[in-house]
């Protein structure tokens, strides 16, 4: 059974940086995609950011391009999210979910293991 624990949360001010990490435990098929979501109040999850464990493509969500930054090392099972200029919108428990498939996806449905969630809060 595959296991996934993020970390990493915590509080920031605007403008400042966070890195969330997402380990995987268990069984960690090569064809799989690691992704985080995110979930503000009174919002649906949303999807940030994916990488496929094998390939070089990545994905992200129009409101981080530029700031987040996805990575993965294999050897660790681990998933990478660095978070630079963060702002008071990036608020929210962040996710990380494992699909099997070697592609990314941004629906849900798709990914079958997930995290129980990081709180990230920025604000001064």
């Known amino acids: 059974q595959l296991q996934v624990v993020e970390s990493g949360g915590g509080l920031v001010q605007p403008g400042g940086s966070l890195k969330l990490s997402c380990a995987a435990s268990g069984f960690t098929p090569d064809y799989a995609a690691i992704a985080w979501f995110r979930q503000t109040p009174g919002k649906e999850r949303e999807g940030v950011s994916c990488i496929p464990k094998i390939g070089g493509a990545t994905n992200y969500a129009d409101s981080v391009k530029g700031r987040f930054t996805i990575s993965r090392d294999n050897a660790k099972n681990t998933v990478y999210l660095q978070m630079n200029s963060l702002k008071p919108e990036d608020t929210g428990v962040y996710y990380c979910?494992?699909?099997?498939?070697?592609?990314?996806?941004?629906?849900?449905?798709?990914?079958?293991?997930w995290g129980q969630g990081t709180q990230v809060t920025v604000s001064s």
């Open positions: 979910a494992v699909k099997l498939g070697f592609s990314c996806s941004p629906r849900r449905a798709e990914y079958h293991y």
